[in-house]
């Protein structure tokens, strides 16, 4: 049973906006680490974002760049990843992700994902 839904994505040209939502779905998202992953063509699931639900304290990946952000509604139980300036590189599958207290940057810490959001960013 996928517990997290993400939702937001789409097509959108490059140097447009998208913002992503994950929500928790039969999962309260209260006390975990959540994250935001992608899966670029030609790459393995790559770390975007995380932030820590209880306290905040996000970090993100190298290439990022301050492009993105991530954020929470803790009474509507959503996780948000707003991207701007789009880049067609950052086309790819996004995911959510949770784990239990700490944010990690690795794929392999999480127990919980969503089913994916297709990001589509022409030129």
């Known amino acids: 049973q996928v517990r997290l839904v993400e939702s937001g994505g789409g097509l959108v040209q490059a140097g447009g906006s998208l913002r992503l939502s994950c929500a928790g779905s039969g999962l309260d998202l209260r006390g975990l680490g959540m994250a935001w992953f992608r899966r670029v063509p030609g790459k393995n699931r790559e770390f975007v974002a995380s932030?820590?639900?209880?306290?905040?304290?996000?970090s993100y990946g190298d290439f990022v760049k301050g492009r993105f952000t991530i954020s929470k509604d803790i009474d509507a139980n959503t996780l948000y990843l707003q991207m701007n300036s789009l880049k067609p590189e950052d086309t790819g599958v996004y995911y959510c992700?949770?784990?239990?207290?700490?944010?990690?940057?690795?794929?392999?810490?999480?127990?919980?994902w969503g089913q994916g959001t297709q990001v589509t960013v022409s030129s």
């Open positions: 992700a949770a784990r239990p207290v700490a944010t990690s940057p690795y794929p392999a810490d999480y127990r919980e």
């Open positions: 932030i820590y639900w209880e306290r905040g304290g996000d």
